[in-house]
């Protein structure tokens, strides 16, 4: 395995735990800490199911991150679904700061998404399959 595909076998790795404590963390603060709502700019919701069903989707898409991961010559779906969630959730963030909805650390927090955005369309750009 040359540099390159070391790089990128690590970027897909490093991005499920990106993904996976991310939404543990949130989980875990919302459930035991729900006044955590308050530093994002938004009040304590009626029901968590919508967070924790968004959240439970984040985790799963870590579990896609680290399969290609595992085979980087594979699942350019997954790399590809990966980038269009990323960059839809970093412009929604976008979007509800700029409605005054949240908090500014929100966008902070989602422009680490933007970033694993750019550098899967990096990957997808640049590593073709070896034939």
Known sequence: MDNK???YKYLFITGAFFNWIN??????LSIFFPE???LFGTLIPPTLFFLHSLLGLIFTYGIGYFIVG???TKNRGVVW???IS????FTTCVLYF???EIAGI??????GDLIYACLFIEFLMKFKKKE
């Open 106 to 111: 929100i966008v902070i927090l989602g422009s």
């Open 86 to 89: 990323k960059l839809f959730f």
């Open 70 to 72: 595992l085979d980087i």
């Open 36 to 38: 955590v709502f308050t």
């Open 98 to 100: 700029l409605l005054g």
């Open 23 to 28: 939404a543990l963390t949130f989980t875990i």
């Open 5 to 7: 595909e070391r790089y």
């Open 81 to 83: 679904l990966g980038v």
